[in-house]
């Protein structure tokens, strides 16, 4: 067990595991397992190896009280199907229910808390309030180990305070994505090209800021691309703009003129009338938006652009969907750009929760791509040059 060496032997031990176990759902259908399937190896590294291993995860945002409608007991499910093996499921978060559950396992057994979330002091401001909270969740363990990527970026008492508290290692999946992380912002192999699209701009400013320095070409699409357009003069009618990010993004593409790094707007976008799936599409050059359409995908000519641009690089970097990829007529771009990345003779990363989904829901392979993230919002943050509170807690 190289990398749980700092825990010694843990057969016996209570190893407390903080998941990534946020998934989709359809009441209580799972429409995407994916973070479950990556939370499985060490999960079951541990299990192998003798611990007894209690689970600790969050879903969705209840609003620090139990709500049904966000248990994790179908997850817990889902796990013991995907471990094979049974799952036992304590009813709260560190209450009588968790410490009867720990209390009843033997070496190897896996059992899952309820959604931490459901417990206020998880995510409270107030040290004290949350520091407790790590008191009673360490005191259902020997050992933690920090295993959610997707939380790392969060001073929270799961992710963040309980390490204080226990002896603590990296667990695999979050070792796996900081390496990558790693490859992105070091000295990475050039031409490095970074694709950038989803909703927001505003979500996306600051790992612009920093990927500046960094690539040699951002290619931007999604509903982010027409603050774009708004700032290079176009009209993009009833598109998603933030007018209050429009003179940042002007400051960026000036930036980009002047560093040589560049930024590639597309040059032809579909557009509909309505927000709607069967919303018929229509092609129209970039300067040609009508004033009562919605842009809703990259068009055609840009969609071969982007993806000779990402075919042709070493490194690939890219988060947010291209277009509205759930609407079947708009997830060209979106299909494109992650064929593109298949082709990449080097490393190619797709980060961003929606942009993972959306390559499975084109029926991508997940091997087809050099490294799927399963953080979002983390791995933006360590793109942007911000310090993971989850990850430096593990280094001390
Ligand atoms: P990720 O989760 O991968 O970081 P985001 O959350 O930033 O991505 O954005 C994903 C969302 O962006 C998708 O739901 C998609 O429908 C939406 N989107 C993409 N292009 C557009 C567009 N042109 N207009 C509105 N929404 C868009
Ligand atoms: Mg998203």
């Known amino acids: 067990m190289g990398r749980y060496a700092t825990l010694g032997d843990v057969a016996g031990k209570r190893v407390l595991v903080r998941s990534d176990l ?42 620090g009280a139990p709500d049904a409608a966000y248990s994790l007991r179908p997850v817990a499910a889902r796990l013991g199907e995907l471990l094979g ?37 998880e995510t409270s401001k107030d040290e004290t309030e949350r520091g407790a909270f790590a008191d009673e969740l360490a005191a259902l363990a020997d050992a933690f180990v920090s295993d959610g990527f997707g939380v790392v970026h969060r001073k929270q008492a799961s992710v963040y305070d309980v390490a204080q508290r226990l002896p603590h290692a990296m667990g695999g ?37 920093n990927l500046l320095g960094k690539a040699d070409t951002l290619l931007i699409g999604g509903g982010m ?14 598109s998603l703009l933030e007018q209050d990010q429009v003179e940042t993004c002007r400051e960026y593409l000036e930036r980009s003129r002047e560093s040589g790094v560049e930024i590639v707007l597309p040059t032809d976008v579909l557009v509909a009338p309505e927000f709607k799936a069967d919303a018929p599409p229509t092609t129209v050059a970039v300067d040609a938006i009508p004033s009562d359409q919605i842009g809703l995908d990259i068009g055609p ?20 969907p291209m277009g509205v990829f759930e609407f079947d007529a708009f997830a060209g771009g979106t299909r494109a750009v992650a064929q593109a990345l298949t082709e990449v003779d080097g490393l190619s990363v797709v980060g961003g929760g929606d942009s993972a989904a959306a390559v499975r829901r084109l029926g991508f392979a997940d091997d087809a791509f050099g490294h799927i993230s399963t953080g979002g919002g983390a791995s933006l943050e360590y793109l942007e040059g911000k310090e993971l509170p989850g990850i430096t807690v593990l280094e001390d």
């Open 85 to 121: 093996r049974e799952v036992a499921f304590a009813e709260d978060t560190v209450g009588d229910s968790a410490r009867a559950v720990v209390d009843g396992l033997a070496d190897g057994d896996v059992a899952v808390l309820e959604n931490v979330r459901f417990n206020a002091r």
């Open 301 to 320: 000519d840009s969609a071969a652009a982007f993806a000779e641009r990402i075919a042709g690089a070493t490194t690939v970097f890219w988060n947010g």
């Open 22 to 63: 946020n998934v989709p759902l359809d009441g209580d259908q799972i429409t995407d397992d994916g973070r479950i399937r990556a939370s499985v190896p060490t999960i079951r590294e541990l299990s192998e190896a003798g611990a007894r291993v209690v689970v600790t995860a969050h879903l969705g945002r209840p609003t």
């Open 225 to 238: 691309v027409f603050t774009f357009l708004a700032a290079e003069g176009h009209e993009v009618g009833n």
């Open 173 to 209: 999946l979050v070792a796996t994505e900081i390496e990558v992380l790693q490859r992105l912002t070091r000295d990475p192999q050039r031409p490095y090209v970074v694709v950038l699209g989803g909703s927001k701009v505003s979500d996306k400013l600051a790992v612009i800021d």
